[in-house]
């Protein structure tokens, strides 16, 4: 007989997903300030939330770090190629200069791994940034950032077709 899951058990993050947060946050803290992307500044950014969440350094962390910084890596280095998809999808609904910075750096984040993650399908991609804008920017933005990202998945096909 299975032995039924004990409910008090906290469910075990995984690392891709808090990868994705990692980057996403930190994107934001970047543009927040003013300042490029970068190893110095992630480097400095990771410690500090270890700092704060009291975060060990064990197998978890290294395996989030590991993936927060290829997403934040590929999302810098393509920013001209991520923005210019971007920002014509964004003003058709709603401006791009009217977007939550948290939303365009889950946009970001998630265009990035769309992208240049040939591994991760691409509705993962788009359904690990929906609940991600959900959980960091509200309903009203999950729903802003599906509709994006879905639109954009959907023109990608479409250009794969006509090769």
Known sequence: ????????????PHTK???REVAMQYLYSCESRGELPG???FDAFFEMLCAEYKLRDDRLVRKTREYATMLYQQAALHADEIDAI????CDES???ER?????????RVALAEMLYCSETPMLVCIDEAVEIARD?????????????????????????KRR
């Open 86 to 89: 971007l920002r014509p999808k």
């Open 136 to 160: 960091f920017s509200g309903v009203e933005g999950g729903g802003f950032v599906n509709g994006v990202l879905n639109s954009i998945k959907n023109d990608l096909k479409q250009s794969e």
């Open 99 to 107: 977007i939550d910075s948290v939303d365009r750096n889950v946009l």
């Open 94 to 96: 709603w401006g791009w």
């Open 39 to 41: 190893a110095a500044t």
């Open 17 to 19: 997903r808090m990868g």
């Open 1 to 12: 007989m299975a032995r039924s899951a004990d409910r008090s058990e906290a469910v075990r």
